[in-house]
């Protein structure tokens, strides 16, 4: 079928008006004709329905004109692939980005309805497990903020990640129901749908003009169905999209099997289908669970890329042209498959040579690294791939003779180096290496702090910056600080803007001035009250959740992220025990109350990470209920933690701690949240914390313990760390407390290979960081002690956060791998 011509000035209606009348009038309107509701009758959901399809309208336009912009003028387009995007609540973010706020929250009050109930109603979209998927959603809206023609490509999960419970203490994985009741903010798009295939064979086919070709037969397949949400920039700036892939069978139902009496079989197709899209990171403890994991990662690969090829030639008809037009960024090595599925759509559906394709394909694609740890850099075993893709594997095995050529023609490239830049691990089973597929197949390669990056650069790929010295390079992840300032602490806003004007909302950087204002009493009162009333709610939230008292007046000491060992929830809950028994040992001495809230969740098959859960809320149990400790010391594990959790808590913190193994976290964007919000922080010189260090300065942020050199040198000698426990009386007493069951009574090992394990290896430095971390909360309790200087170092950290705003970080995306322009 012909392409139908694009038609840049088709007729718009008139944008809808954005009074307070009018929107009134449109939500009834959508209330009774959308909804199917009388206005008398009308439950919450009902009147959020009809609202986020009233905001909806609002954005169309923009949406559309958007799109049509980009048409027009032939703007280069950039991709975000991503198997995460944590998007959280959307209407809240919408309203606010194209200032519709207060309209709507008068028209609903006319209506009788409260804003903050139906934004509290909103399910929060589980497409992502932490960092990772948040960043991808704060690099979305900061894209549309800065006018960058943008797309995100994903799966839309069903359930997503679990939503976690507790059984007596123990985390539970249970199904989120996101989905359950629609989503009023994506559009199915029919059009955009493609085949995604499986399995089978490779055959040899030769073309009428001689030339011989491969082509790939896949035995099994599906189809990707596009499903579109608008992501509003500030002011409105640009609209851009979320493109998430649903998977569905070709044939529903096998009506044969279905007629002959195989009820269940008949939707086999369907359910193998589904099960690609069902959940985000299926368990891969198991030969299963690690193929539906590839499954997914190519099925959202191949799509997105059908998708992407197919708009470009629409527009511009050939494909030498595509580095120019097309930038797309593989966010972390789960899109890495992309390299070889590309090279496959090029050369056996596109006609053109390795060569071309090759070159076309690394001038496309950029890879963004965030992690050093082994078991996050994907790798899989050469059968599976061949199995359940022929076609790339030999494509990979191509690409693989061409980067060793490279290697052996390179001077001081040992056999040893060279098999170390080989995409094929050849150690305890062939594997293949992703993040080395990704390296090879891209232009740049991007570390997401300045640390990490050196350690990219000395460590997992050493041997390929020798190969490729030009390619690696910095971009420290940001945060967006509409949704981490600006909508998450409307008090803290309000009073900046009162005090500095409110350039700041369209210029981060301008919060600079608030430095000037850090030791003024009467504006460190007032910052002071706004943190309050931020704990008086989060203390309610509690409360109501967990039935547990807190005082607003403690210090909020928080540590909400993946719960992982290199993370160290472990030495934090440690350090909670030593200074529960210190409590308890000196009673006369004037402590300070705190309150240690945490937050995240495990990995279901990482049974530490569950273990040190179930640790810190047996602690809870006993320090909550001793009386002995008279409430100056309370431990809260929150369960179920994502967007909307974060957005109240973050607001409230007073010390945020950021207490990786130093060299082990890539950035961090939790610890720019709390910085945007007043918080302190205590933390090791890892990740971004460095270049926190040096935007607040040393004399405003909390740091201690080794340093990443000095973990590698410790690692390096085996050191055993037992002579630093030995050492330690107050850690030393804590382990044995816990290792002994006082905190496990019905189960008195519990925890005894989690505490032996520090003795025998202590592979996160927690037993030798133990007593640096503990001086350093002695500081911080130092410095809590003094409000005037507490507070006028909260005041230099929100000050000094501009740098980490996602703008920032996208704006040199932008100029330094995208070659792209921004507003």
């Known amino acids: 079928m012909p392409q139908q011509p694009i038609v840049y000035d088709a007729p718009t209606p008139e944008p809808r008006a954005s009074s307070v009348e009018a929107i009134q009038a449109e939500i009834l309107e959508r209330l009774i004709y959308s909804v199917g509701k009388d206005p008398i009758v009308a439950r919450p959901h009902d009147w959020l329905r009809a609202t986020i399809l009233a905001v909806r309208d609002r954005i169309m336009d923009r949406w559309m004109e958007s799109s049509r912009e980009t048409w027009r003028t032939s703007h280069k387009r950039v991709y975000y692939l991503s198997l995460e995007f944590l998007i959280g609540r959307l209407m809240r973010d919408a309203m606010s980005n194209v200032g519709l706020m207060e309209p709507v929250r008068q028209a609903l009050k006319n209506l009788n309805v409260d804003l903050g109930d139906l934004i509290n109603l909103e399910p929060d979209a589980a497409l992502g497990n932490g960092g990772l998927g948040r960043l991808a959603a704060c690099f979305l809206e900061s894209m549309s903020s800065v006018n960058i023609p943008a797309y995100g490509y994903g799966i839309r999960y069903v359930h997503g990640l679990f939503r976690q419970e507790m059984s007596e203490g123990w985390q539970v994985e249970l199904p989120e129901e996101w989905l359950a009741h629609g989503n009023p903010w994506e559009f199915e798009r029919r059009e955009s749908a493609y085949e995604v295939g499986f399995g089978g064979h490779v055959e040899p086919v030769t073309d009428p003009d001689g030339e011989m070709r491969q082509e790939w037969r896949p035995n099994e397949h599906l189809l990707a169905v596009a499903y579109d949400t608008p992501i509003v920039g500030w002011r409105g700036a640009r609209v851009n999209t979320l493109r998430l892939w649903s998977a569905q069978p070709i044939d529903p139902i096998l009506l044969e099997k279905f007629n002959s009496g195989d009820h269940i079989g008949a939707l086999e197709e369907s359910a193998k289908a589904e099960a690609i899209t069902r959940v985000l990171y299926p368990a891969d403890s198991t030969a299963a669970g690690q193929e539906l994991r590839l499954r997914q990662e190519f099925f959202f690969s191949s799509a997105s890329l059908q998708d992407i090829v197919r708009r470009h030639l629409q527009q511009y008809g050939e494909l030498h042209s595509l580095p120019d037009k097309v930038a797309i960024q593989l966010n972390d090595t789960h899109p890495a498959i992309s390299v070889a599925e590309l090279m496959r759509i090029l050369i056996d559906e596109k006609g053109l040579k390795w060569a071309d394709a090759w070159r076309l394909t690394k001038a496309t694609f950029a890879y963004t690294n965030h992690t050093l740890l082994p078991e996050a850099l994907e790798s899989w075993p ?53 993040g080395q597929l990704a390296f090879v197949g891209s232009h740049s390669i991007n570390g ?30 940001g945060i967006t600080p509409r949704r981490w300032l600006m909508q998450c602490n409307p008090g803290l806003t309000r009073l900046i803007s009162d005090r500095i004007g409110p350039e700041f909302l369209d210029d981060i950087d301008k919060l600079k001035a608030l430095s000037a204002h850090a030791e003024d009493p ?112 309370k431990v809260v594990f929150l369960p179920n933690y994502n967007v909307s959790l974060a957005e109240v808590i973050v607001p409230a913190a007073n010390l945020s701690e950021q207490i990786s193994t130093a060299g082990m976290e890539a950035s961090g964007t939790g610890n720019m949240k709390f910085m945007a919000n ?14 926190m260090h040096k935007e607040v300065g040393a004399d405003n942020i909390i740091i201690f313990g080794l340093t990443a050199d000095e973990v590698a040198e410790k690692r390096g ?7 630093a426990i030995d050492a330690s009386p107050r850690l030393r007493e804590a382990l044995e407390t816990i290792a002994s069951g006082v905190f496990s009574p019905d189960d008195p090992h519990r925890y005894r290979d989690l505490i032996g394990g520090l003795y025998d290896h202590d592979w996160f430095m927690v037993a030798r960081d133990f007593d640096a971390y503990a001086a350093a909360q002695a500081r911080v309790d130092q410095i809590w002690s003094d409000p005037a200087r507490w507070n006028a170092m909260a005041i230099r950290n929100t000050a000094n956060v501009g740098f980490f705003s996602s703008d920032r970080t996208i704006r040199q995306y932008a100029a330094d791998i995208w070659n792209v322009p921004t507003s």
Do not use: C
């Open 717 to 723: 000698r085996s050191e055993v760390p037992r002579a």
């Open 382 to 434: 050469v059968a599976l791939l061949e199995r359940l893709l022929p076609r790339h594997m030999q494509i990979i095995y191509q690409i693989n003779a061409d980067v060793l050529a490279e290697a052996r023609a390179k001077a001081g490239f040992t056999d040893q180096r060279v098999a170390a830049v080989s995409l094929i691990d050849e150690h305890g089973g062939r594997r293949v290496r992703m």
């Open 678 to 691: 007043g918080a302190l922080t205590i933390g090791t010189m890892d990740g971004a914390n460095v270049e």
């Open 448 to 477: 997401v702090s300045g640390l990490h990056t050196e350690l990219m650069k000395q460590t997992v790929f050493s041997d390929l910056h020798d190969l490729y010295p030009e390619r690696i390079n910095n971009k420290t992840n």
């Open 522 to 633: 009467g504006f460190q009162q007032q910052f002071a009250a706004v943190k309050l009333e931020n704990k008086v709610q989060l203390a309610r939230l509690i409360k109501d959740r967990m039935n547990i008292a807190v005082s607003p007046e403690a210090m909020f000491d928080v540590q909400i992220k993946r719960i992982h060992e290199y993370k160290r929830q472990l030495l934090n809950i440690v350090q909670a025990v030593a200074l529960y028994d210190d409590i308890r040992a000196h009673p006369e001495r004037n402590w300070v109350p705190r309150v240690k809230i945490f937050a995240g969740k495990a990995a279901p098959s990482y049974w530490n990470a569950k273990l040190i859960i179930k640790l810190i809320n047996d602690v809870a149990r006993v320090i909550n209920h001793d009386p002995a400790v008279r409430g100056l010391l």
